[in-house]
C-alpha cells in the first residue's frame, strides 16, 4: 500500500508564533514585503513643528535684514506632509526551529538579501508588537553560519522629521527660552 502523501496546497504546514526571546533555526524563506505606514504622535509633532517655525520665522527675519530681500528661504514640508508619516518595508521571514516547527516572523526595514541565504543557521531575537494579530517583530538576527551580526533599521520619527527640522525645533526652544527669560528680567 502506497504511502500517503502530505498536499502542502490543500493542507499547508502550521506556522508556529513564537514570542519567546529568541528563536533558533534554519532560514527557510522571505514573503513577498509589503510597506506599512509609522504612526506619528500628533502632540509631539505639533510642539517640533511649532519650535521649528519659530526658529524659521525669527530665521527668516534675520536674513531679510541682511540681504534686503524677502523669500529667499529654502522650503519647508507641510504639517498635512508630516502628519502621514514614513512607511517602511514589512518583510515576513520563515525558519524552521531547531525544535521543527515553522516559525514566521516580521522583519522591518531592509536588510541585504545576501546576508541569509537558504538553510543558514540563524539564532533570532524577537518581541511582541502591539498589536496582538502581528507577527512578532524581529530585533537581531545572528547568522551562525556566518558569523554576522545583522540589525534591522526601520525609520523612525526622527528619521522621518530630519536633522534640519529637529535642529530648527531645538533652535526654537532655544529662542523662546531666551524671550521668556527676557521678559522675566524685565
Known sequence: MPEAVWDKELFPEPVVRRFGPLVTGRFINYLDGYPRPMKVGQPLLMAIFMFAGTA??????????????????????????????????????RIRGDDG???????HGHVSQSAIIR???????????KDPQLQPRIE??????TQQMIVPHPPTIWSHLGPGMVLQALAGIV?????????VVL
Do not use: C, S, W
Open 56 to 93: 524659521q520665522l525669527v530665521g527668516g527675519a534675520i536674513l531679510t535684514l541682511i540681504r534686503g530681500a524677502a523669500g529667499q528661504g529654502g522650503t519647508r514640508r507641510k504639517l498635512k506632509e508630516l502628519k502621514k508619516g514614513p512607511e517602511f518595508l514589512v518583510t515576513p521571514m
Open 101 to 107: 516547527l515553522l516559525y514566521e516572523m516580521e522583519l
Open 119 to 129: 538553510h543558514d543557521h540563524l539564532q533570532i531575537r524577537v518581541r511582541r508588537q
Open 140 to 145: 537581531r538576527i545572528v547568522n551562525i553560519t
Open 175 to 183: 529662542i523662546i527660552l531666551l524671550v521668556a527669560g527676557a521678559f
